[in-house]
């Protein structure tokens, strides 16, 4: 068990919808970052967040929108779904200074649009 | 262009065997590197992360190595078990940002 808590487990919507995926990190990081991984790809990096705070930006669509929240849960937000954005979305926590070093991963939450 | 590439895409072993995963990387400014294992629908777990200066770097039977020089990293598992069934990740970490550039991954099956 990482420390990382992600819900829900397994979300299942239709083309067009809008759904909010939550991450907790362990206790006491700082930083989350958003992955998602499609079925037999590579993890591919969306956003990172620092103490509140935007921090790095990757392969991160447009309709696609995260936040980190004072208590420094985070929530990413994916809207006008399509069949594509069916995937593994993973959160990842790290701390600071040489703790910034590792990501912990949460179990994820898997997405299917239909 | 930052890249990770990873081979082979997939390999299979006998249990006990040996076996070295490889990651050749093009990434600059250079950070660090790490090697994920990540089982099946879960998330990935961290096995070892170098830097610059170092060369090798140990976990229980799992030994990376690095070569700056050459751009190359080598996941050697020693003694396989089938739990070590899972995707193999390379990361490479680039610049003072530390953005994270990730290999697509090799996928290890262990029979028995």
């Known amino acids: 068990d990482s420390g990382v808590t992600q819900t829900p487990k397994h979300l299942i919507t239709a083309t067009g919808q809008r759904v909010t995926l939550r991450c907790s990190p362990r206790s006491g990081d700082l930083s989350v970052y958003w992955y998602q991984q499609s079925l037999d790809q590579g993890l591919q990096f969306l956003i990172q967040?620092?103490?509140?705070?935007?921090?790095a930006k990757g392969n991160i669509l447009e309709r696609f929108s995260a936040q980190q929240f004072p208590d420094l849960h985070s929530e990413l937000n994916l809207s006008s779904l399509e069949l594509g954005d069916s995937a593994l979305y993973f959160c990842?926590?790290?701390?600071?200074?040489?703790?910034?070093?590792?990501?912990?991963f949460g179990p994820g939450t898997r997405l299917t649009v239909l | 262009k930052n890249q990770v590439e990873q081979s082979p895409q997939s390999l299979i072993i006998l249990e006990g065997k040996n076996c070295t995963l490889q990651?050749?990387?093009?990434?600059?400014?250079?950070?660090?590197l790490r090697w994920y294992k990540q089982d099946t629908g879960r998330g990935p777990v961290s096995l070892t992360i170098m830097t610059f200066s170092e060369n090798t770097k140990s976990n229980g039977r799992y030994t990376a190595t690095l070569d700056a020089d050459t751009k190359q990293s080598s996941l050697h598992i020693t003694a396989s078990q089938l739990s070590d069934s899972a995707s193999y990740i390379c990361v490479v970490s680039a610049g003072s940002q530390g953005n994270l550039i990730f290999g697509k991954g090799t996928k290890l099956s262990v029979k028995p």
């Open positions: 990842a926590s790290s701390g600071s200074g040489i703790r910034a070093d590792t990501q912990y």
């Open positions: 990651c050749n990387y093009t990434v600059s400014p250079f950070s660090n």
């Open positions: 967040y620092y103490n509140g705070e935007e921090r």
